[in-house]
């Protein structure tokens, strides 16, 4: 049977490893937190830009022909210059006398990643960061 201090020791070691771990988590979530925040405000300048940009430009091309040279959507293009977010659409209700039907919805393809996308894998430097913290922590 384990003596007290042996437990003690046990138990400080399994803490001391999961402490270092915790704060390796808190630690990587929170530079991607600020990495997002950076981003998302980088994406809503763009925005910005785009809505500038496109009512500039109204009186020689209209978004119709601005969707069919660049093949963006043109309800895309529409949301930009309004600077409004993308919505979900309207919702119906279903009549109390006939069952809710779900009408089809319209997909569109996922646009290509990013130059510089963020790959949500841990990369070896990612992985070598964390040990660093890890063995700074400890």
Do not use: C
Request: without cysteine.
């Amino acid at each position: 049977m384990a003596t007290p201090e042996e437990i003690k020791n046990r138990v400080d070691e399994f803490d001391s490893a999961r402490s270092a771990r915790r704060k390796a988590a808190a630690h990587r979530v929170s530079e991607l937190a600020v990495r997002h925040d950076e981003l998302a405000s980088e994406v809503d300048e763009i925005k910005r830009t785009l809505a500038e940009v496109l009512a500039e430009y109204s009186d020689v091309i209209t978004v119709e022909e601005l969707a069919r040279f660049t093949e963006v959507p043109a309800s895309r293009l529409e949301q930009w210059r309004d600077g409004l977010k993308p919505g979900r659409g309207k919702r119906r209700r279903a009549s109390s006398r006939t069952p809710a039907v779900r009408e089809s919805t319209h997909h569109v393809a996922p646009a290509s990643p990013a130059v510089g996308s963020i790959d949500p894998k841990p990369t070896a430097a990612l992985r070598a960061a964390d040990e660093r913290i890890v063995a700074e922590v400890s």
